[in-house]
């Protein structure tokens, strides 16, 4: 316990690397090195990774302020693991596509290192609240990366996103202060491992208020409907690195502290507002999905897209059952590969083009076949294609939520049924997203890469150097993963803690 | 060992001596007073870890206490009253140029003098038990402050908000003194324990009389800690006042309103049929200075005049943990928002001064590119307003979290939703700062920033503590009384 943990390393590069790119290092190769290192740290992390053990490895613990229970503790399990390594591979990934600005590339890329930092101090946090204290340690980097090497109508988004993210975690820092407070008076304590025990010992009472305000909190995180309309316009404006980091892993952490925290410690609270989260994250699925197909630019398009799938993860939430909650945490790592890979390409092509705008753009796959090859893969990825992560993810979130909750099906009461529970009705639902999505995506890939190719764009470059490298890399991920999903559930499953 | 009453005395006499000095030598540089002063002041804090901690005369006189409390907010006045010199340096030449003089310089030495005396009072006050006593030594702090916020003759801004504080000041006093005629009347007593055994043995018909004259004495204190409704001299003070003056209102005066709070109210919590009223108005005062102080300062486009809102806003804070002074643990949460509070702010302040020299005007407006000017004032003011504003890792955010923890904990939720609304614009408003600096291009003709060595190292020592009681709150906690 006294000894410090191997995941202390992976939080405190980034914020080194920061600091040395502060000083005077060289922007781009420091940030580059300082991820690629962390990368490579991590898979050496789950080499030695014990699956078999049940529990949190690498712990480490330091109390910070004792007669709260507060305490700096270090550890990862199965899912957590999962999503260090989306932070780490997006993080590499978003500062090689990163293109050093004309003003201020140091504080560009100490920005990002900083948002990488911050993620992955929250997930390998135990205690909740330092859980909570690292996800803030990007609003700052968030905001100055938005205002100042942002386009379109930056500032307006970031302002936006920061009082909407300001707001959200302060709620969500009251509800964590209540999930505190109504644990009994003895057994106090920040740290998670603590807090369920508590409540598989049943002295946590059914609090519907806490749950409330946690789910409000998490939820402006996730944007979730009708608190989403900060995300699409600040993953417009935002310069790509900033999007990969922001909607590809920064945003899962709400979602990751409903299914860690919340599931396991007011199941019953969650059981009691179902139908309510069902009605939002439909909104999310087929509202949000509708908008997406409304957009002309791809920005726009790929930021309310990445709302949209938010849906498909809080049904595996909601839905409450071991076989959604997997779903859910594998749909936590491809969504934010996926639209990692998709800013990233997004970016490529504003850089180049100037203009994001379907009218404007066509035929690029012609001149730019890898550039095509990876929004191609990409876009079905993102659809949910078979040989994806995102396949089994959805799948596996479709047939856990379908089958939640009391059949209304058969012979009940000596009388035969026939009808659809809400579970039911809300997975048929989302699964019209599929559909929606399929639109939108290949609507987007035609547009942009198919069709007659305007006589301006007939000289622009294709992927090269870094970025190539980079998107080959996530890309990889995705299949590999897409085609052995097994490694990753066989990781989280254990961790899941289904009531 | 010392006797306690030694740092009190030392510091006045260190302040006639630098009268003398000012009077007598020949020498034109004041720069000298100040240091001579901040040395003089060094000293002092040293001294105050040797002093014997409640000798036994001390304990009897009924007038004069010396606990950890006590203690605390004596080195608290000390440190605020030397950052506030090392401020003073910095801004000496704009002093210079709005003092009339016959020669130049002169004329300038009392502006270093007087806060050694306002220090003087105000660690008086720290030890205060007695409610004459408080009223003489809020006198000393008060009638030297007058003169230190209409420093600068020239400038008409500083003689209006001279003229504003003395009268609201005035009037704040009259409070006071009235408050203190009825809680007398009722008691017999003037000397806080004297009336808290009094207090018990009352009878119930004398409770209206004796709450009437409490509450007289909270309108005054309110004037003090800049609590709404009485806020209103707040913004114009700040703003004309010299910029250290401003800083050592903002945060000694403050701190040590709140110190007399906690002191006058700790008697009649003991009574039960007062309690109950007591933290209602509290909470009410806190729920009010809230709104105000946040949504006030969101339109606000000087900087010191937003930090005059962003100061009322924080004694909304500071009063929400004292409305639940019945959790175990708020005291200490307001005591340590206090450091955070002191630390944040003065840092800001420190900031502003070369700004201010450098572009000749304190608008957000004026700190524009200062991120591309001076990287090291930007990063400074960068934690300065991300503690003010409450983001984690600055003390800023554990003292806004310790507070909350103690009001959820006390069931005030009304007072908690409040908060979510205030902290929420409290980011839009600070933020607002890291925007000109960050985003904004910097203007063609400000000169260069430069800052002296004494506020340098006065602000990395501000800065570093900033984080690292942000990350581990603590070790300040632990020497908290």
Redesign the interface.
């Known amino acids: 316990m006294s000894s410090l943990s191997p995941l202390l390393f992976l939080i405190l590069v980034p914020i080194f690397s920061a600091l040395l790119i502060l000083i005077g290092a060289n922007p781009r190769s420091t940030s580059i090195l300082g991820s690629a290192v962390n990368l490579l740290f991590l898979l050496a992390l789950v080499v030695f990774y014990r699956p078999m053990e049940v529990g949190y490895q690498f712990v480490s613990s330091f109390?910070?302020?004792?007669?709260?229970g507060i305490s700096f503790t270090l550890g990862a399990d199965g899912l957590s693991l999962v999503m260090l390594f989306l932070s780490t591979v997006v993080t590499l990934a978003a500062v090689c596509v990163a293109k050093s600005p004309d003003?201020?590339p140091r504080?560009y890329y100490a920005s990002l290192l900083l948002i990488s930092s911050g993620v992955i101090g929250a997930f390998a946090s135990v205690d909740v609240f330092f859980f909570?204290?690292?996800h803030?340690?990007a609003?700052?980097p968030t905001?100055?990366l938005i205002?100042?090497w942002g386009s379109g109508d930056r500032?307006a988004a970031?302002?936006k996103a920061?009082?909407y993210l300001?707001?959200g975690s302060?709620?969500l820092?009251?509800g964590i202060?209540?999930l505190?407070?109504i644990q009994p008076v003895e057994t106090r304590s920040f740290d998670l491992r603590e807090m369920i025990v508590n409540a598989q010992s049943g002295l946590i009472p059914d609090a519907p208020g806490v749950y409330l305000l946690l789910l409000l909190g998490f939820g402006i995180l996730v944007s979730l409907f009708p608190f989403h309309t900060w995300a699409p316009q600040a993953y417009a404006c935002a310069p790509a690195p900033a999007s990969m980091l922001h909607a590809g892993v920064l945003k899962k952490f709400g979602l990751y502290g409903l299914i860690r925290i919340v599931a396991p410690i007011l199941p019953d609270s969650v059981q009691r507002f179902v139908p309510l989260l069902l009605v939002l994250l439909i909104g999310n699925i087929l509202y949000v999905g509708y908008v997406t197909i409304a957009q002309r630019k791809l920005d726009w398009m790929l930021g309310y897209s990445s709302v949209m799938h938010m849906g498909y993860i809080f049904l595996g939430f909601a839905a409450l059952n071991q076989l959604s909650m997997t779903g859910a945490s594998l749909m936590l790592l491809s969504h934010g590969l996926t639209i990692a890979v998709l800013f990233a390409l997004c970016g490529e092509i504003r850089e180049r083009t100037g203009t994001l705008d379907f009218s404007e753009l066509g035929g690029i796959a012609r001149i730019c076949p890898k550039l095509g090859l990876s929004f191609g893969f990409a876009a079905m990825a993102s659809v949910g294609l078979p040989g994806f992560v995102g396949f089994a993810g959805e799948l596996l979130v479709f047939f856990g939520a379908f089958g939640s909750g009391e059949p209304k099906i058969g012979i009940i009461d000596g009388k035969e049924v026939f009808g659809l529970n809400l579970y039911q009705i809300a997975t048929t639902c989302a699964v019209w997203g599929i559909v929606i999505s399929a639109i939108y995506m290949l609507r987007a890939y035609r547009r942009i890469f198919m069709g007659p190719l305007p006589e301006r764009w007939s000289r622009l470059p294709d992927l090269s150097g870094f970025s190539r490298a980079a998107i080959i890399l996530v890309i990889a991920v995705m299949l590999v993963l897409g085609f052995f999903p097994q490694i990753l559930v066989n990781l989280a499953t254990p961790a899941l803690l289904v009531p | 060992m010392i006797s306690p009453i030694v740092l009190e005395v030392c510091v006045v006499c260190l302040g006639i001596f630098l009268l003398m000095a000012e009077s007598f030598s020949v020498k034109s540089n004041k720069v000298v007073l100040a240091h001579g002063a901040i040395f003089g002041l060094l000293s002092v804090f040293v001294m105050s870890f040797f002093i014997e901690a409640n000798p036994a005369q001390m304990q009897s006189s009924g007038f004069y206490v010396v606990d950890g409390l006590s203690l605390f907010f004596k080195r608290f006045a000390l440190l605020s009253t030397i950052i506030t010199l090392i401020l003073a340096v910095d801004y000496l030449p704009i002093v210079q140029r709005l003092v009339p003089s016959a020669k130049p310089g002169a004329g300038t030495g009392e502006f270093f003098v007087l806060p050694v005396f306002t220090c003087a009072g105000l660690m008086w006050m720290a030890s205060a038990a007695d409610f004459i006593v408080i009223f003489c030594a809020l006198e000393l702090v008060t009638i030297s402050l007058y003169v230190q916020v209409a420093y600068m003759r020239r400038s008409l801004a500083s003689l209006e908000a001279g003229t504003k504080f003395l009268i609201l000041g005035a009037l704040s006093t009259g409070f006071f003194v009235y408050g203190i005629t009825w809680i007398f009347g009722m008691t017999g007593q003037t000397g806080l324990a004297e009336i808290q055994r009094n207090l018990t043995i009352n009878t119930e018909a004398n409770q209206m009389a004796i709450l009437f004259g409490l509450g007289m004495v909270l309108v005054a204190l309110g004037f003090k800690i800049a609590a709404a409704p009485f806020q209103f001299w707040v913004p114009d003070v700040y703003q004309g006042a010299p910029t250290p003056i401003t800083a050592y209102l903002a945060v000694a005066s403050k701190a040590a309103g709140f110190l007399i709070l906690i002191r006058v109210l700790e008697p009649f919590f003991t009574v039960v049929a007062f309690q109950p009223k007591l933290i209602l108005v509290l909470a009410l005062l806190s729920g009010l200075t809230l709104i105000y102080g946040n949504l006030a300062a969101i339109p606000q486009t000087n900087f010191k005049r937003l930090l005059g809102y962003s100061s009322i806003a924080h004694a909304g804070y500071l009063l929400a943990g004292l409305a639940a002074i019945g959790d175990a643990?708020a005291g200490r949460a307001v005591v340590f928002y206090l450091c955070g509070y002191f630390l944040m702010t003065f840092l800001a302040f420190l900031v502003l001064i070369p700004v201010t020299k450098a572009t000749g005007g304190d608008d957000i407006a004026h700190f524009n590119g200062l991120?591309?000017r001076s990287p090291t004032l930007a990063l400074a003011m960068?934690i300065a307003a991300?503690s003010l504003?409450g983001?984690?890792?600055t003390v800023g955010?554990f003292g806004k979290?310790f507070i909350?923890?103690s009001i959820?904990?006390q069931h005030f939720y009304g007072l908690?939703l409040i908060?979510?609304v205030t902290?929420?614009s409290g980011?839009?408003y600070y933020?607002k700062v890291?925007?000109a600096m960050?985003?904004m291009p910097p203007a063609e003709d400000a000169a260069p920033v430069t800052i002296s060595r004494l506020s340098k190292s006065a602000m990395l020592i501000c800065a570093i503590l900033i984080v690292v009681l942000g990350?581990?709150?603590?070790l300040l906690?632990r020497i908290l009384p």
């Open positions: 109390p910070v302020v004792p007669h709260l003003n201020n504080w909570y204290m690292f803030e340690l609003l700052i905001f100055l205002g100042i500032q970031a302002w920061t009082v300001a707001t302060f709620i820092l009251l202060i209540g505190y407070l | 643990f991120g591309r960068l991300a504003a983001v984690p890792f955010f979290f909350f923890e959820i904990n908690a908060g979510i902290v929420a980011f839009y933020f890291i925007r960050y985003w990350c581990y709150p603590q906690m």
